[in-house]
């Protein structure tokens, strides 16, 4: 059973925009915190954005000012707008869904690619 949907993934030239969404589940959007996660080759998976269930945001030092997390609760989706593009965030772009009930439970999209060309 799929709980995270990714799109938005692909090539794109250095200094340009993508956007990624995560489509979730009703159940699972209003009770998670959700992430953003990338890992490029022969790296650590790395925590990009985040936003809680009340709108808060963070970002990694390395995308602050350039990448924008956001949550349309209407449609259960996030979104992580990608701007000023640079080849070090080519990478595989994850979304988590930490949802918060009795337990705390993870669920993770199946990555999207994302490759800046300098």
């Known amino acids: 059973q799929v709980q995270l949907v990714e799109s938005g993934g692909g090539l794109v030239q250095a200094g340009g925009s993508l956007r990624l969404s995560c489509a979730a589940s009703?159940?699972?959007?209003?009770?998670?915190?959700i992430n953003w996660y990338r890992q490029a080759p022969g790296k650590q998976r790395e925590l990009v954005a985040a936003?809680?269930?009340?709108?808060?945001?963070n970002y990694a030092d390395s995308v602050k000012g350039r990448f924008t997390i956001s949550r349309d609760n209407a449609k259960n989706t996030v979104y992580l707008q990608m701007n000023s593009l640079k080849p070090e965030d080519t990478a595989i772009y994850y979304c988590?869904?930490?949802?918060?009930?009795?337990?705390?439970?993870?669920?993770w999209g199946q990555g999207t690619q994302v490759t800046v060309s300098s």
């Open positions: 988590n869904a930490k949802e918060y009930r009795a337990t705390i439970t993870d669920y």
């Open positions: 009703a159940i699972i959007f209003r009770n998670s915190v």
């Open positions: 936003i809680t269930i009340g709108g808060r945001t």
